[in-house]
């Protein structure tokens, strides 16, 4: 079974007519009844589909389901890749997960700053707060730990915002 086999499955079972007939083989229920009700043609049609798709076979003068259809086609699906390093603790671009561990809080504070700030700029709280909250929930503590970290400095009178030196953590 090849990695997009899940494709067929789903195409199949979005007929209504496959997913009714699927349905009564699933619950072992004689699905002959929902087959004779349809044109000769829809119910070829529609038992093709469902045995080219994996997810019936012919036994005798009956269907029956092949159960093992999804367990082979999640088998053959490739796994998705999962984010290592910082990449970890974002999701679409937002912060999901706020670290524990000290030195990947450190490197998700740095990401975060790196992100809302240019070294060289200064801008009003406004600015950042419009920026944090484009990663964050919560803005303001966002806000505190980057400044606390060493990785956003305040003005004196707090109207300004500038890239911090060096990181204090």
């Known amino acids: 079974m090849d990695a997009n ?22 619950l072992d229920d004689d699905a002959t009844e929902e087959l004779r009700a349809m ?10 589909s ?14 029956r389901p092949v159960p093992e259809v999804f367990a082979r086609a999640l088998a053959a699906a490739p ?30 504070l740095a990401r ?12 009003d709280e406004a600015t950042i707060n419009e920026r ?4 964050v929930d919560d803005v303001a503590s966002m806000r505190r730990y980057l400044v606390d970290a ?3 400095t305040r003005s004196r009178t707090g109207d300004a915002y500038r890239r911090g030196d060096a990181p204090r953590l």
Do not use: N
């Open 5 to 26: 086999a899940w494709r067929a499955l789903v195409a199949t079972l979005s007929d209504d007519r496959c997913r009714r007939v699927y349905a009564r083989l699933v």
């Open 39 to 48: 044109s000769p043609g829809a119910a070829r049609r529609v038992e093709r």
């Open 50 to 63: 469902l045995v080219t798709a994996g997810l019936a076979e012919r036994d005798g003068d009956r269907l």
């Open 79 to 108: 796994a998705p890749e999962r984010p290592s390093g910082v990449d970890r603790f974002f999701s679409a671009g937002r912060l999901s997960v706020y670290p524990a561990r000290q030195a990947d809080r450190a490197a998700v």
């Open 112 to 123: 975060i700053a790196h992100r809302v700030i240019t070294v060289d700029e200064s801008v």
């Open 132 to 135: 944090l909250s484009a990663i």
């Open 150 to 152: 060493g990785l956003l």
